[in-house]
Structure formats: structure tokens, C-alpha cells
């Protein structure tokens, strides 16, 4: 299985960062299977912000529940995160993931 992350590497204040992760080599409709974002801010460990379940239903970390969404199209198998009224302390490296499997991550920034 591979991830890829894209989305927008600069994001302004109060704004809103999607980022989508595209599968190869597995399908994120397969049973039981769990497709996560999790970020890195700088001088921080990782920290898990949602996943989208083999059957599209979606869980949220509670402190950033209010403002994440993570959907998916699964005829392109891929999956969005969306994270709303951004600030300066969402500046992170996010990666999706599943099981061992890793994106890259990609680098976000939010300043204006």
C-alpha cells in the first residue's frame, strides 16, 4: 500500500486546509480497513486528528472534532481532510496513513 499526500503547502489564518490522500496498491474500501490523518507540529509528537473507516464512516479527535472533516471518493480512492478556521498552531507536517503504511507527509503553514 502507498499515500500521497497534496493539498496546499500555505494556508492564511482562518481559513480552511483540505488535504487529500491518494491509495495505490489497496482499496480503502476494503473491510476493516482505517484511513487516518495524523500531523506533526514543530517540536511536538504526532498527533492523531481522524480516520475514515472502510465504510465511509468518519471519527474525530475530540479537540479537533468541531472543526475536522474527512470524507472520501472512493472512485478515485482517495480521502479528504478538511480542517475549518485554521490558525497559526495548525502549522504542522500531516501525513495520512494506514496500519504501517505512511505518506511522505506534507508541510502546511498558516500565517497570512
Known amino acids: 500500500v502507498q499515500l500521497q499526500e497534496s493539498g496546499p503547502g500555505l494556508v492564511k489564518p482562518s481559513q480552511a486546509l483540505s488535504l487529500t490522500c491518494t491509495v495505490s496498491?489497496?482499496?480503502?474500501?476494503?473491510?476493516?480497513?482505517?484511513w487516518s490523518w495524523i500531523r506533526q507540529s514543530p517540536g511536538k509528537g504526532l498527533e492523531w486528528i481522524g480516520y475514515i473507516s472502510y465504510s465511509g464512516t468518519s471519527y474525530y479527535s475530540p479537540s479537533l472534532n468541531s472543526r475536522t472533516s474527512i470524507s472520501r471518493d472512493t472512485s478515485k480512492n482517495q480521502f479528504t481532510l478538511q480542517l475549518n478556521s485554521v490558525t497559526p498552531e495548525d502549522t504542522a507536517l500531516y501525513y495520512c496513513n494506514h496500519d504501517q503504511y505512511w505518506g511522505q507527509g506534507t508541510q502546511v503553514t498558516v500565517s497570512s
Open positions: 496498491g489497496g482499496s480503502i474500501t476494503t473491510n476493516y480497513y482505517y
